[in-house]
T-cell receptor
Framework: EAGVTQSPTHLIKTRGQQATLRCSPI?????VYWYQQALGLGLQFLLW???????NRGNFPPRFSGRQFPNYSSELNVNALELEDSALYLC??????????????FGSGTRLTVV | RKEVEQDPGPFNVPEGATVAFNCTYS??????FFWYRQDCRKEPKLLMS???SGNEDGRFTAQLNRASQYISLLIRDSKLSDSATYLC??????????FGQGTELSVKP
């Protein structure tokens, strides 16, 4: 079974540009979560999509946005990039949202560098 | 106050040692708990879920104390390969996972 796949692996952008990151969940998983992990910091929750809807959003500015497609894959868009957006962006999927002892399975991440 | 707090470490222990990680959570409505392991510059991987009655998986034992809002992870007979950052995680009532900052473990020969 394929795991969570993210692309690209690495992305280098200039300040002010836009970045698009992609994620394909494990087959059968309907929930997709995005996290940001800046160097030396913990995972910060960005966005949660389930069944095509945005369910929750972390404390990030509106220039961080995304969507989930009918096949449950997801995109994270970051507009007007700033140097401090440089981080590892992790996507995770889970079998179902809400209750239960289901942890997330993470993809290997996209390392975004803003110069 | 962070919703999930851990001692950042680092914990430096010799091979074969027993090491304990502690974690507290502030949201009493948190519903389930996990320990993840993250190797340097890699994605976090689920180590184990934490059940109310406590649970064990080989050398790893997890405990939950809901009254004290406290979670622990015990690693016995530590191996060099256990060196990693251990993340304490709580699922809130909305289904979102909240991660602690992580505790770094370094096991030395």
């Amino acid at each position: 079974e394929a795991g969570v796949t993210q692309s690209p692996t690495h992305l280098i952008k200039t300040r002010g540009q836009q970045a698009t990151l992609r994620c394909s969940p494990i087959s059968g998983h309907t929930s997709v979560y995005w996290y940001q992990q800046a160097l030396g910091l913990g995972l910060q929750f960005l966005l949660w999509y389930d069944e095509g809807e945005e369910r929750n959003r972390g404390n990030f500015p509106p220039r961080f946005s995304g969507r989930q497609f009918p096949n449950y894959s997801s995109e994270l868009n970051v507009n007007a990039l700033e140097l401090e957006d440089s981080a590892l962006y992790l996507c995770a999927s889970s079998l179902m949202a809400g209750l239960g002892y289901y942890g997330y399975t993470f993809g290997s991440g996209t390392r975004l560098t803003v110069v | 106050r962070k919703e999930v707090e851990q001692d950042p470490g680092p914990f430096n222990v010799p091979e074969g040692a027993t090491v304990a990680f502690n974690c507290t959570y502030s949201n009493s409505a948190s519903q389930s708990f996990f320990w993840y392991r993250q190797d340097c510059r890699k994605e976090p991987k689920l180590l184990m879920s934490v059940y109310s009655s406590g649970n064990e998986d080989g050398r790893f034992t997890a405990q939950l104390n809901r009254a004290s809002q406290y979670i622990s992870l015990l690693i016995r007979d530590s191996k060099l390969s256990d060196s990693a950052t251990y993340l304490c995680v709580a699922r809130n009532q909305g289904g979102k996972l909240i991660f602690g900052q992580g505790t770094e473990l370094s096991v030395k020969p």
